[in-house]
């Protein structure tokens, strides 16, 4: 099913670019230069990561995190290392704040990199690994968006798959 992009939230100064991705046909797991991905979707990985996000983010983030996990409506992923997380990101089911997808699409965001570890390939090699993730669970149809003023994140985007920019 196709449909219309309203972009509804768009921010007023930064261009918003967005991608999309359809996947149809089973994708491989790249291999990562350091630590271990992980993919947070319920109780039991959240009792694995929370001393992780503990360290990374302090223990009200990390709450906070556990807590947008309990909603059932987003996921986390990211690289832990040395029992600290390095990257990290997020993955919602169905909805967007800034423009209409559809229900049973997934939009990818809030990609970060700790600064040290920065241009080594983990954010693209995370997100990819969490688009095979998510494909094996039923989801086909994925989203993503950046400002045009950050070209780092844009090349993480390519990195990952996504050569289809619908705005
Ligand atoms: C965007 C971000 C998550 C990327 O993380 P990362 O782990 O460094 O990503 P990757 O290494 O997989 O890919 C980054 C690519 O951008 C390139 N890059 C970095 N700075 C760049 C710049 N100023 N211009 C062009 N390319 C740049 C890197 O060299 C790398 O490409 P390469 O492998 O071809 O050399 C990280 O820079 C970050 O945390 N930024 C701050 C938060 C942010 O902007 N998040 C994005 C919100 S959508």
């Known amino acids: 099913m196709e449909i219309e992009l309203h972009v509804t939230n768009a921010p007023a100064d930064d261009a918003m670019l967005v991608y999309r991705m359809d996947v149809t046909e089973p994708l491989s797991e790249p291999p990562l230069s350091k630590g271990e991905f992980v993919f947070v979707r319920g109780i039991t990985g959240i009792s694995a990561n929370f001393m992780a996000w503990g360290r990374t983010l302090g223990w009200p983030g990390a709450v906070k995190t556990a807590l947008k996990v309990l909603s059932g409506k987003r ?93």
Request: with cysteine; aromatic share 10%; charged share 25%.
């Open 75 to 167: 996921l986390f992923f990211g690289v832990k290392s040395g029992n600290s997380m390095v990257q990290s990101g997020w993955a919602n089911i169905g909805f967007c704040r800034h423009y209409v997808i559809e229900s049973d699409s997934i939009v990818l965001g809030e990609l970060w990199t700790a600064p040290e570890h920065r241009g080594k390939g983990l954010a693209s090699v995370a997100l990819r690994r969490v688009i095979v993730r998510l494909h094996d669970c039923g989801f086909k149809r994925f989203y993503i968006d950046t400002k045009l003023d950050n070209p780092a994140s844009q090349r993480m985007i390519e990195k990952a798959g996504f050569s289809n920019r619908i705005q």
